[in-house]
């Protein structure tokens, strides 16, 4: 006996494979290991909410009013770019359908032949020409597809990634084609904000120092030695992290192909995709067209469930054991008698007058005998009580 089966309508981001999380109903598209993601956010408007309410109102009246509102904008384009970069999707590519990975897997048999038992069969590469340049794309076997040029599998997704730089945990999510410039403006401006902060807070403890010297100072205000601890162990990691990136865009290079060093002159490899102009370079990156997302997300397909089961019969005949009690409305006498009312007595007649459907057996009828009024049995006792 066949299964019945149900249809219903699916976001695609629902049945997506990886290791991906998704909210807002796809339009929110991270990775699952974003604990680092919440300390990012916790130690950026943390510091920023000790500044503002401890070194702003001071600085605003002292120094100028022009200080809280710069350092407001500076905080806003900071959490925007974050936001931006953890939230969007970094250039993910779909996996092949099982109809294209069989044509796939038949291509490269064809191409490689019979190999002998025994024998590694060549590795499953395949050559483009990319300005004079031969690139090697290689075959990832988890998504079943040739990898675009500078595309690589994250580990920590489990997808394929065009424009592969590196997966950052402190924005939770990889840094691709359609998420670097965000990431890179994240660092930039981040940076900034923090050689902003840590400066204001010298100046703040400097300028209190004078009037009430440094120790009462600092008594008077906690929250700027933890602001300017914070700032000094976070200013060089991140100003040399804007730095480095700084450089990789200036050579058109990501962060994968730096370490792996796919570019760096060995055997005449050049890279491909350099315009040998730190200005072109820059544009490409920073000013070049946002690409779409290629894995449409919200889209909607078809999943096929199977059908709720039937009831099996040991239930029916439980419930066929167990009866439910029925309640029965209570109708008038069949036969009528001086308690029936008198408005039952037509209803009666009529069903009585109802002829019987051919086919049904009836017993003969027994002629019933009139019912003595209360009247003619007082009657017949008076005719008795003369007789005796």
């Not at 990886?18 to 300390?39: E, H, I, P, S, W």
């Not at 933890?226 to 991140?238: A, Q």
């Not at 480095?244 to 290079?253: A, E, G, K, M, P």
């Given at each position: 006996?066949?299964?019945?089966m149900?249809?219903?309508?699916?976001?695609k981001?629902?049945?997506l494979p990886?290791?991906?999380?998704?909210?807002?109903?796809?339009?929110?598209?991270?990775?699952?290991?974003?604990?680092?993601?919440y300390?990012?956010?916790?130690?950026?408007?943390?510091?920023?909410?000790?500044?503002?309410?401890?070194e702003?109102?001071y600085?605003?009246?002292?120094l100028?009013?022009t200080i809280?509102?710069?350092a407001?904008?500076?905080f806003l384009?900071?959490?925007?770019?974050?936001?931006?970069?953890?939230?969007?999707d970094p250039?993910?590519?779909?996996?092949?359908?099982p109809?294209?990975?069989?044509f796939?897997?038949?291509?490269?048999?064809?191409?490689?032949g019979?190999?002998?038992?025994?024998?590694?069969?060549?590795?499953?590469?395949?050559?483009?020409?990319?300005?004079?340049?031969i690139?090697k794309?290689?075959y990832?076997?988890?998504?079943?597809i040739?990898?675009?040029p500078?595309?690589?599998h994250?580990?920590?997704?489990d997808?394929?990634?065009?424009?592969?730089?590196?997966?950052?945990?402190?924005?939770?999510?990889?840094?691709?084609?359609?998420?670097?410039r965000?990431?890179y403006?994240?660092?930039l401006?981040?940076?900034?904000l923090?050689?902003?902060?840590?400066?204001?807070d010298i100046?703040?403890?400097?300028?209190?120092?004078?009037?009430?010297?440094?120790?009462?100072t600092l008594?008077?205000?906690?929250?700027?030695?933890?602001?300017?601890?914070?700032?000094?162990?976070?200013?060089?990691?991140?100003v040399?992290?804007?730095?480095?990136?700084t450089?990789?865009?200036?050579?058109?290079?990501?962060?994968?192909?730096?370490?792996?060093?796919?570019w760096?002159?060995?055997?005449?490899?050049?890279?491909?995709?350099s315009h040998?102009n730190i200005?072109?370079?820059?544009?490409?990156?920073?000013?070049?067209p946002?690409?779409p997302?290629?894995?449409?997300?919200?889209?909607?397909?078809?999943?096929?469930?199977?059908?709720p089961?039937?009831?099996s019969?040991?239930?029916?005949?439980?419930?066929?054991?167990?009866?439910?009690?029925?309640?029965?409305?209570t109708?008038?006498?069949?036969?009528?008698n001086?308690?029936?009312?008198?408005?039952?007595?037509?209803s009666?007649?009529?069903?009585?007058e109802?002829s019987?459907?051919?086919?049904?057996?009836?017993?003969?009828?027994?002629?019933?005998?009139?019912?003595?009024?209360?009247?003619?049995?007082?009657?017949?006792?008076?005719?008795?009580?003369k007789?005796?």
């Amino acid at each position: 006996m066949s299964a019945v089966m149900i249809t219903r309508k699916v976001r695609k981001w629902e049945k997506l494979p990886g290791k991906n999380t998704f909210c807002c109903d796809g339009r929110v598209m991270m990775a699952r290991q974003k604990g680092v993601f919440y300390l990012t956010l916790f130690l950026i408007i943390g510091t920023c909410s000790l500044f503002f309410a401890f070194e702003c109102p001071y600085l605003a009246v002292h120094l100028s009013p022009t200080i809280p509102v710069f350092a407001a904008l500076l905080f806003l384009f900071v959490m925007a770019m974050l936001l931006r970069t953890s939230f969007s999707d970094p250039g993910v590519l779909p996996r092949a359908l099982p109809e294209e990975a069989t044509f796939i897997e038949m291509e490269i048999e064809a191409a490689n032949g019979n190999v002998p038992a025994g024998q590694r069969p060549p590795p499953r590469i395949r050559n483009v020409q990319i300005n004079n340049q031969i690139v090697k794309l290689k075959y990832c076997y988890t998504c079943k597809i040739f990898r675009p040029p500078r595309a690589s599998h994250c580990s920590i997704c489990d997808n394929c990634v065009d424009r592969f730089d590196h997966h950052c945990p402190w924005v939770g999510n990889c840094v691709g084609k359609r998420n670097y410039r965000y990431f890179y403006l994240f660092t930039l401006s981040l940076s900034l904000l923090t050689i902003y902060i840590f400066t204001f807070d010298i100046v703040h403890v400097v300028m209190r120092s004078v009037d009430n010297g440094f120790l009462n100072t600092l008594k008077e205000t906690p929250g700027t030695v933890l602001e300017v601890l914070v700032c000094f162990f976070t200013l060089w990691s991140v100003v040399g992290l804007t730095g480095f990136h700084t450089y990789l865009i200036s050579l058109n290079q990501t962060t994968n192909e730096d370490i792996k060093g796919s570019w760096s002159g060995k055997n005449r490899v050049q890279n491909p995709y350099s315009h040998k102009n730190i200005i072109k370079n820059c544009c490409e990156v920073l000013c070049g067209p946002t690409y779409p997302s290629v894995l449409d997300r919200r889209g909607l397909m078809q999943e096929d469930l199977p059908a709720p089961a039937a009831p099996s019969s040991s239930s029916s005949s439980s419930s066929s054991s167990n009866p439910v009690p029925q309640t029965t409305k209570t109708t008038a006498p069949l036969i009528p008698n001086e308690h029936t009312p008198d408005d039952a007595k037509p209803s009666i007649a009529a069903s009585a007058e109802k002829s019987p459907s051919p086919g049904e057996e009836h017993p003969p009828a027994t002629k019933v005998p009139p019912l003595a009024s209360p009247e003619t049995d007082a009657e017949t006792s008076v005719v008795k009580d003369k007789t005796h």
